[in-house]
């Protein structure tokens, strides 16, 4: 039962602090998504990858995000420095090119104290 | 610009009642529509998909949804909720020069027993 998978599940941080989250998408699947969720903003695209190449980081905040894919089964996501307005829940989802269906990881719970 | 709107933002329903959620997007050419369902605490989910032929699609869960092309429509119903479809549920629809997923802003449902 192929899924992708996120690490850490939970993150607790200070402002400031530099965060890591890591995704492992299904084996196979060229294109790679990370989304936001909070509350108030709903389900946000942050940036996305096909064949490991950037496509679109438009929703991304330049200044303090950035998305790479060092290999086919590795996408991070990187806050640098973290502040309290990032705190939500980050998703990474990974699809078979062509077929547009999305496959969600269980998430990241990111606090910014 | 490409969107997607659920009017329904909070259904209350008791067990066995029918459902059904409102979901459309504006045009933009040829869609791919989708239905994913967030359980409490979990990731989302696919329920089901519409890429093209009967445009009655079912789903998983005794879920279904129609699209109405003309009314750039693609409601979600289930005839009779139990307490265990209580989640968020979202629309999505892929226009199809984009690998990306717009996504409605999620209608909340709420079953009581």
């Known amino acids: 039962d192929a899924r992708v998978t996120q690490t850490p599940r939970h993150k607790v941080t200070e402002m400031g602090q530099e965060v890591t989250m890591r995704c492992q998408p299904i084996?196979?699947?060229?294109?790679v998504f990370w989304y936001r969720q909070t509350m108030m903003q709903g389900l946000e695209l942050l940036a996305y990858?096909?064949?490991?190449?950037?496509?679109?980081d438009s929703g991304m905040p330049k200044d303090r995000f950035s998305a790479e894919m060092p290999d086919a089964t590795l996408a991070t996501l990187k806050i640098q420095p973290s502040e309290p307005r990032d705190s939500a829940v980050y998703f990474c989802a990974s699809g078979p090119t062509g077929t547009y269906e999305q496959f969600f990881g269980p998430g990241t719970r990111l606090t910014v104290l | 610009a490409q969107s997607v709107s659920q009017h329904n933002h909070h259904v209350i329903l008791s067990e066995a009642a029918s459902l059904e959620l409102g979901c459309n997007y504006s045009?933009?050419?040829?869609?791919?529509l989708f239905w994913y369902v967030q359980y409490p605490g979990q990731h989302l989910q696919l329920l089901l998909k519409y890429f093209s032929g009967d445009p009655l699609v079912k789903g998983i869960k005794g879920f279904e949804a129609e699209f109405i092309k003309s009314k750039f429509s693609f409601n979600l119903r289930k005839p009779s909720v139990q307490w265990s479809d209580t989640a968020e549920y979202f629309c999505a629809v892929n226009y199809r020069n984009t690998d990306k997923l717009i996504f409605g802003t999620g209608t909340r449902l709420q079953v009581f027993p």
């Open positions: 990858f096909r064949n490991r190449a950037p496509l679109d």
């Open positions: 084996l196979g699947h060229n294109t």
């Open positions: 045009y933009g050419g040829t869609v791919n």
